[in-house]
């Protein structure tokens, strides 16, 4: 499993980021997809996960209505458009396959930090 998450970056307060996880080695299609992260010194999180087809997503309470995941099979990538975004939206987020709490679901990362 290989993925590569990028888009990440420096953004004020109610700003808006949209991340991009290519995978390669393996297709995204047929499967669930994720979207974790980690803030220094916390666990790691899960934010969002979206069905095989796109058509069921579920989100953390803490990003509900502020973030949309989204795939794209043909492309083998998903996104996570983050918007209004706050500082305890600070944190590496990773892309993970199904079983987004093994360490080699996931992709290195891309750090978002929202400071004013």
């Known amino acids: 499993v290989q993925l590569a998450e990028t888009g990440g970056g420096l953004v004020e307060p109610g700003g808006s980021l949209r991340l991009t996880c290519t995978a390669s080695g393996f297709s995204i299609s047929g499967g669930y997809m994720n979207w974790v992260r980690q803030a220094p010194g916390k666990a790691l999180e899960w934010v969002a996960t979206i069905g095989s087809d796109g058509g069921m997503t579920s989100y953390d309470d803490s990003v509900e209505s502020r973030f949309t995941i989204s795939r794209d099979n043909a492309k083998n990538t998903i996104y996570l458009q983050m918007d209004n975004l706050k500082p305890t939206d600070t944190a590496l987020y990773h892309c993970?396959?199904?079983?987004?709490?093994?360490?080699?679901?996931r992709g290195q990362g891309t750090q978002v930090t929202v400071s004013s």
């Open positions: 993970a396959t199904s079983s987004w709490w093994l360490p080699q679901s």
